[in-house]
Structure formats: C-alpha cells, structure tokens
C-alpha cells in the first residue's frame, strides 16, 4: 500500500501533520474504534497494525466488508462506516492517525511545497481502494461458493505472482469476506481438494490448475 507521506521528509511530515490538527489514538485487539469517533467527515490513516470494517446484518450474521492493513486509509468518503451496524474492529494491537477531512482545504496548507506529494500520495491510495473495492465486487458477482473461492484464489494468485500464496485471513474471516455459509465453504475446499484444483496446508494454498 502507498504510504501516504512517501516522498515527505519527516521534518515535513510532522509540520504537516500540525498543520492538519491531527491526532493520533493507539487501541488494544478487538476494539470498536468507531464507538467513540465522529464518523462524519475524517480520514483515518492505520499507522500500525490492521482493522477489520465489518457490517452486523439484521440476522446478527458480521459481513466482512473489507480488512485495512498499515498505511491503509478509512473515512466516511472512502468506506461504509456512517451506519450503525457498521463497526471498525481492531484485528491487533493498533495505531490511527485522523485528520479532518475540511483541513485538507485550508489555504495555509496549500501553500506548502508538500502538501502537492501529499495530495498525490492520497490520490494514488484511494484509486489503489478503488481497484481493490471492484476486485470485491467482481467476487461476489459470482453466483456459486465454488465460483468465488476461484476467483479470489485467481486474484491472489496474480498478485503474488505465484500459484502458491498464503491467505490474509482465517476461514471463518474468509467465508465473511465472501458472504457465504462458512459450512458450505468448508464443504466446497474439500470438493476443490478433492478433485485436485487445490492444496491446501495451513493457510497457505496451492493451486493445481
């Protein structure tokens, strides 16, 4: 993920960061960030460690909607977070910085030489969320548990390079992630073994195809 200071000097990065009034929280594992946030009009920036933004639908079932690793961004304007039933779980210990989203705009910013290569690094973030959002939604387009087990597995494959890759989350995150029973997963990965597409060995799978 593209760091959204890269290119700025820490000097810069720490006038920058006064500039924009931010402030920066450290949480322990497993808390709803979102609880004591003002979720209207802020980026928050993962420093360190990883969240989890997870929707509780009205049968009390949690959809993974997406995981934010370091130097991953979130907001109102980038991810679903205004509804209630919308939470921001921390997966690790973690770090947030937020800024304002109406500091960004504030004339003695722009005229800073960095504020350009931070707007430009901000940019590329989002068209990087962008794509990953769409990769998510070609996922889940696909009518069968079988269907979208390949076409994740597909898209990992091609990022890593390799047919050989380890899974970002555990079984039970994956089922969310692609809104499926986790029982009927279990079900289909053996199928997938079985009739020799997959291996797997822990979290880390290989594809045979």
């Known amino acids: 993920m593209q760091d959204l200071f890269e290119n700025i000097s820490s000097k810069n ?6 500039l924009l009034r931010s402030s920066t929280i450290t949480y322990t594992k497993g808390v709803n960030i979102l609880s004591n946030v003002n979720r209207d009009n802020f980026i928050g920036i993962v420093t360190e460690g990883c969240l989890q933004i997870i929707i509780n639908d009205y049968n009390g079932n949690n959809i993974l909607l997406e995981e934010i690793g370091e130097n991953g961004l979130f907001g109102n304007f980038m991810s679903a977070i205004n509804s209630e039933e919308c939470s ?6 973690a770090k947030v910085t937020y800024i304002d989203y109406e500091n960004i705009t504030k004339p003695n910013i722009i005229k800073t030489d960095f504020y350009i290569i931070f707007i430009k690094n901000l940019l590329k973030i989002l068209g990087e969320q962008l794509t990953s959002k769409n990769e998510r939604i070609e996922i889940l387009t696909k009518r069968s548990i079988r269907d979208k087990l390949l076409e994740y597995f597909k898209l990992l494959s091609q990022k890593k390079g390799s047919k050989t890759f380890t899974l970002p989350f555990t079984f039970i995150e994956l089922a969310n992630y692609l809104s499926v029973d986790r029982c009927a997963m279990t079900r289909e990965l053996k199928y997938l073994k079985n009739e020799g597409f997959i291996k797997i060995v822990g979290k880390k799978v290989y594809l045979l195809y």
Do not use: D, V, Y
């Open 13 to 18: 990065k720490e006038k920058l960061l006064k």
């Open 88 to 93: 921001c779980i921390t997966k690790e210990k």
